[in-house]
């Protein structure tokens, strides 16, 4: 093994083009067949819950996805299901995602072969391809990019155009001028945002890696000065090539009208717009107009710096799950390489496109921005192909002796550990949760043009699939919270108003503890796990009339006590009618208390009404709610009036929401 990572070697590299020989192709054919045997034997095998649910069925049908559209994803996806004769649909977009991230892996190698030729030269290629080997192995089973494979999702395809659009950018910079350069490269980033637009995030790191390549006086690689005239040709080639593919976002408009969701009739008044076939509805659809309200922009830096340095603490620990303390060691010694060998252009690469790619997701507030980091963890990846190299050189200039390939040993470990640690969290062999839901709700005799009701979008999937795949029960409605950007559907609440407005039967999908603070619930034990919902719980008047007002955020309008009169050890059920004045900042807890002549608590009940599906903090102004409580009265209590107080209070702190109100008594009888 020859070491030749001097500065004054590697920093020329980018002159001596780089030749995929066989041996390279040969062992990237074999990193993708083997990640591709790896994913479909842990891929999910039938219908999922969420976008994935998503994704199984609206490329089948050539639908429209969620923002910011994919119009690429559902085409390729299309074909993909339709000529794929191998088990359901479900199961053929899960091999979807396989299929592309075996390739991304194979690429991966490619790419890290590229790049060691530039930085690292030699003659002896054996260990920049075990180094490249290793890594890309390690890359297939780190744990969020492994969990991306085995489900139906658009992310591994985003994974393998970073790829090719690095590898292909680094052919460029070799000839920029050659005309079939330039249009692979700039069709390729076309390609990949009409795909997924975080893939700019790698133009900072491309354009100074290309502004450093330049030639600046004798430090530079030789590329030629072109003239402004073939500059200016190249450049409309290119500018054109990079254009021509966002074409495909023309899909949505024109596929519109004949997908059945992007509207939706809950009756003739109510009409839900899914998505809104104007000019404007396809920018706000293709730039993802609805997401902006994630992005936290405008922050105070140091005013905020004890969040920042919490992200970037998740940063770390995410990191951490991907590769492990070695991995990441690993890439601080790639990194420590190329500042030593001063390999500036691409240190600026990888580094910058790194650290734009992360600052971003930190300041992108969703739900599953993990999967946003692949691509960062992809050049770690190259990182650590690079610490293996330097640790394999380091030994044997120390040694004298061929015993750096023992480092190569050790590196086989690390894929081999990440294997073993990320198997059980990422094998969704067995998950067949969503089927397990929904194939008995549809089984149920539920009646014709019912709403089923959920709060949370996921759950609902399964269900399109199954109406719009497999052409089951096509009479039901599913409504979940914002599927529309409407207020009214803003939460589980407001979604219940609309679908009991409608004059439709109603039905929960699952059980929802809490719900009944704003709906009547009747379970039915042939329509199980369905639940149906009545009508609205406090759509009569109380018993007792009041108007107790709770610092001004909400009032009690009125009560009920029942029995009045019992004996000790009874139970006591009192019914609190809510009835919010503004929009409450917490949630609260509510509270009932039994207190004798002497002020004495002698029995209570505090909850939180509404439990989590209709917490207070999403109660509406003017509407009115039934809070219901079960008071169990000591047994060793004498005869006597007992008053009863209400209120609410913030927990933990039991700061309450203004003063306790009297709402009456009861009798207790010897």
Same mark, same amino acid.
């Given at each position: 093994m020859r070491c030749s990572s001097s500065p004054s070697v590697a920093r020329d590299s980018n002159s001596s083009p780089f030749v995929l020989a066989s041996w390279d192709k040969w062992i990237a054919g074999i990193l993708a067949g083997g990640s591709a045997a790896l994913y479909i034997r842990t891929c999910a095998p039938s219908l999922l819950f969420g976008d994935s649910g998503e994704f199984q069925f609206v490329p089948y049908i050539l639908g429209i996805a969620h923002p910011t559209g994919y119009p690429l994803y559902v085409m390729l996806g299309w074909l993909w299901s339709h000529l794929l004769p191998l088990g359901n649909v479900a199961y053929r977009m899960n091999v979807f995602s396989s299929f592309w991230a075996a390739l991304t892996v194979g690429t991966i190698f490619l790419l890290m072969r590229s790049l060691m030729t530039r930085i690292v030269g030699g003659s002896d290629l054996a260990p920049a391809r075990m180094a490249a080997g290793i890594a890309s192995a390690t890359f297939a089973v780190s744990q969020t990019f492994w969990g991306q494979a085995v489900i139906a999702e658009v992310y591994t395809l985003h994974a393998f155009f970073v790829v090719?659009?690095?590898?292909?950018? /680094?052919?460029?910079?070799?000839?920029?001028?050659?005309?079939?350069?330039?249009?692979?490269?700039?069709?390729?980033?076309?390609?990949?945002?009409?795909?997924?637009?975080?893939?700019?995030?790698?133009?900072?790191?491309?354009?100074?890696?290309?502004?450093? /390549?330049?030639?600046?006086?004798?430090?530079?690689?030789?590329?030629?000065?072109?003239? %402004?005239?073939?500059?200016? +040709?190249?450049?409309?080639?290119?500018?054109?090539?990079?254009?021509?593919?966002?074409?495909l976002y023309l899909y949505l408009p024109l596929r519109a009208p004949y997908v059945p969701y992007t509207t939706i009739s809950l009756s003739r008044e109510q009409q839900l717009v899914l998505y809104k076939n104007t000019a404007q509805g396809l920018l706000d659809h293709i730039t993802g107009a609805i997401f902006a309200e994630n992005l936290r922009l405008g922050l105070d830096l140091w005013g905020t710096m004890p969040s920042w340095t919490t992200h970037l603490a998740v940063v770390v620990e995410l990191l951490r799950g991907q590769f492990g303390l070695v991995g990441i060691c690993l890439a601080f010694v790639g990194l420590a390489r190329?500042?030593?060998? +001063?390999?500036?252009?691409?240190?600026?690469?990888?580094?910058?496109?790194?650290?734009?790619?992360? /600052?971003? *997701?930190?300041?992108?507030?969703?739900?599953?921005?993990?999967?946003?980091?692949?691509?960062?963890?992809?050049?770690?990846? #190259?990182?650590?192909?690079?610490?293996?190299?330097?640790?394999?050189?380091?030994?044997?200039?120390v040694s004298r002796h061929r015993v750096g390939y023992s480092v190569f040993l050790f590196g086989v470990a690390l894929p081999v550990w990440l294997f073993v640690q990320h198997l059980p969290q990422v094998d969704r062999s067995s998950d067949v949760a969503a089927e397990a839901m929904w194939r008995p709700i549809l089984e149920r005799p539920i009646p014709s043009g019912a709403v089923l009701v959920s709060n949370d979008r996921?759950?609902?999937?399964?269900?399109?699939?199954?109406?719009?795949?497999?052409? +089951?029960?096509?009479?039901?409605?599913?409504?979940?919270?914002?599927?529309?950007?409407?207020?009214?559907?803003?939460?589980?609440?407001?979604?219940?108003?609309?679908?009991?407005?409608?004059?439709?039967?109603?039905?929960?999908?699952?059980?929802?503890?809490?719900?009944?603070?704003?709906?009547?619930?009747?379970?039915?034990?042939?329509?199980?796990?369905?639940?149906?919902?009545?009508?609205l719980a406090a759509a009569r008047s109380p018993m007792h009339r009041m108007d107790a007002q709770l610092d001004g955020y909400v009032r009690l309008i009125g009560y009920e006590v029942m029995p009045t009169v019992v004996r000790a050890g009874d139970t006591l059920t009192l019914h609190l009618y809510w009835e919010p004045l503004q929009p409450l900042p917490h949630n609260y807890t509510s509270y009932v208390h039994v207190v004798d002549?002497?002020? *004495?608590? #002698?029995?209570?009940?505090?909850?939180?009404?509404?439990?989590?599906?209709?917490?207070?903090?999403?109660?509406?102004?003017?509407?009115?709610?039934?809070?219901?409580?079960?008071?169990?009265?000591?047994?060793?209590?004498?005869? %006597?009036?007992?008053?009863?107080? %209400?209120?609410m209070y913030l927990y933990p702190t039991i700061q309450p929401l203004g003063a306790a109100v009297r709402i009456g008594s009861v009798t207790v009888m010897d």
């Open positions: 090719l659009v690095l590898l292909l950018f /680094l052919r460029w910079t070799q000839s920029p001028l050659q005309r079939a350069r330039i249009v692979a490269f700039a069709f390729t980033f076309g390609l990949a945002l009409a795909h997924h637009r975080t893939i700019l995030a790698l133009l900072p790191g491309m354009f100074v890696c290309f502004l450093l /390549l330049r030639p600046v006086g004798d430090r530079g690689v030789s590329v030629a000065l072109p003239r %402004a005239r073939v500059v200016w +040709r190249e450049g409309m080639v290119g500018i054109t090539c990079l254009l021509a593919p966002l074409l190329m500042v030593w060998a +001063r390999q500036w252009p691409w240190l600026s690469l990888t580094a910058l496109s790194y650290i734009t790619g992360v /600052l971003f *997701n930190l300041l992108y507030a969703i739900g599953d921005v993990e999967v946003l980091y692949i691509p960062s963890y992809l050049l770690v990846t #190259i990182w650590i192909g690079f610490g293996l190299v330097t640790l394999s050189e380091t030994v044997t200039r996921d759950e609902m999937m399964p269900l399109w699939y199954y109406q719009y795949v497999e052409g +089951r029960r096509q009479d039901l409605l599913g409504l979940f919270p914002r599927i529309v950007a409407e207020p009214e559907y803003r939460d589980i609440g407001g979604v219940l108003d609309q679908a009991i407005a409608s004059g439709r039967p109603v039905f929960l999908i699952k059980p929802m503890p809490g719900l009944e603070v704003k709906v009547q619930l009747q379970p039915r034990e042939a329509l199980a796990p369905t639940i149906q919902v009545v009508g002549e002497q002020g *004495n608590r #002698i029995a209570q009940s505090d909850h939180r009404p509404g439990g989590v599906y209709y917490p207070t903090s999403l109660w509406k102004q003017g509407e009115h709610l039934l809070d219901t409580h079960t008071i169990m009265l000591p047994s060793t209590g004498h005869a %006597a009036v007992y008053q009863i107080w %209400a209120g």
